[in-house]
């Protein structure tokens, strides 16, 4: 029942989503499908339309489950936590926010207020991808991936970011690294990807899939992710 809870807007290049707002209401705002595609494919992929009516951007942010969608996206989006408590006002990035399992930076006496994402810039690529069970489970593994590519068309950067696998959103800093400077392929996407998967440190292994599963589909889910991509980053 706080209005400025539950609103989204744009405002300076940043699109801002307050904490009580709907699952359903990002999945259904023109604004974030125009202005931020990759947020609005990975509301679609959340749980099923009854779950996305109840469920909340800032709860889902604040439980922090390691296969929740939402803060991967986060991560990979650069996005910006802004807290409130009785000292005041901050804000942290969602890289600082995720702490580790089920744990936030959020104070015992503190609440999330509002999340903020940059605008999707048209030349970028970008790309959700995730395997579950059966359609609306839990994610085993995904990954939310964003690229730019330079005047020659190799790449000029990327941001990729695991989800299921770990506590928190594990973010791939040296296949970022390793995809710098070199122009998108198959075999360069299948070596990166592999990379990935290997480079995991202890995967989650639970009933549902066991560490090397969780390994094999986060190889699948990167070279997917950046085989699609790098194709939308090259079609500007």
């Keep these: 029942r706080i209005p400025e809870l539950d609103a989204i807007r744009e405002e300076n290049g940043r699109i801002y989503i307050g904490a009580m707002t709907t699952k359903r209401s990002v999945e259904r705002s023109s604004l974030v499908a125009a202005r931020q595609p990759l947020l609005h494919e990975a509301t679609k992929n959340i749980a099923h339309p ?122 791939a800093s040296e296949a970022e690294e390793r995809l710098r400077g070199e122009a998108p392929s198959e075999e360069l996407h299948r070596e990166v990807a592999e990379a990935i998967g290997q480079g995991i440190e202890e995967p989650l292994s639970d009933t549902h899939a066991s560490a090397e599963y969780r390994r094999q589909l986060a190889t699948v889910c990167c070279r997917r992710g950046l085989d699609e991509a790098s194709a939308r980053a090259s079609s500007h």
């Excluded at 926010?97 to 999340?115: G, H, K, N, S």
């Excluded at 995904?142 to 299921?164: E, H, K, P, Q």
């Design 50 to 171: 009854q779950i996305r009516n109840r469920g909340t951007m800032g709860g889902s942010m604040a439980h922090a489950d390691p296969a929740a969608e939402y803060p991967a996206v986060a991560v990979a989006l650069d996005a910006e936590m802004r807290i409130l408590g009785p000292s005041g006002e901050r804000k942290i990035a969602a890289r600082d926010f995720f702490v580790t399992y089920l744990t936030t930076a959020l104070e015992p006496d503190e609440v999330l207020a509002e999340i903020s994402f940059p605008v999707h810039r048209e030349q970028d690529g970008w790309s959700f991808q995730e395997f579950s069970r059966r359609h609306g489970d839990f994610a085993m593994t995904g990954a939310a991936i964003t690229c730019a590519l330079n005047g020659t068309g190799s790449y000029d950067a990327a941001r990729i970011v695991l989800f299921g696998v770990s506590p928190t959103p594990l973010r």
